[in-house]
């Protein structure tokens, strides 16, 4: 890393997410609307700064992790955080967050840059993206279809495993 990158990284990494006068902070919301351990929400957190970072070096377009996406989806709400004091104070650019068009080549595009991502990753921090995080292409694009549900109203059943 250049000494820039090394600087913006430092405060990247020091950006704090969470306000410490919220009973109710960024970290909490994640694992109430996650169902994730708190050890779990603070690793994706990191993971997601990360993936921040890696936007910012701006050699490729980069896709995240569903997990680094939840993260950065309710960052987004956080409209001061993300704008102000993340991208504005802190990285001194905008990020923002488009969705997908659609389509079999929106896919392919997406798998591509995944796949690139974590490359990437390697590159920069010498170690592999942890795969909890950052799963297989097959599980990211495959799996991960989600539907919000009011789980005090709602029960909710795991469905049995197919067999091959």
């Known amino acids: 890393m250049t000494p820039e990158q090394q600087e913006l990284w430092v405060n990247i990494k020091n950006f704090e997410i969470d306000d410490p006068e919220s009973a109710f902070t960024f970290t909490d919301r994640l694992v109430r609307e996650n169902d994730w351990t708190m050890e779990f929400a603070v690793r994706s957190i990191a993971e997601y700064k990360k993936f921040i970072f ?27 955080s993300y704008w102000i004091e993340m991208c504005r104070n802190t990285l001194g650019r905008e990020i923002h967050h488009g969705p997908t068009k659609g389509g079999d080549q929106e896919k392919d595009k997406y798998h591509e840059q995944y796949a690139k991502t974590k490359e990437v990753y390697f590159s920069i921090f010498n170690e592999q993206a942890p795969e909890d995080i950052w799963p297989s292409s097959a599980i990211r694009f495959g799996e991960l279809v989600h539907t919000r549900i009011n789980r005090h109203r709602n029960w909710v059943v795991a469905k049995p495993l197919k067999r091959k």
């Open 54 to 80: 890696l936007i910012c070096l701006g050699e490729n377009s980069l896709t995240p992790s569903d997990q680094v996406d939840q993260v950065w989806h309710l960052h987004l709400l956080y409209t001061r």
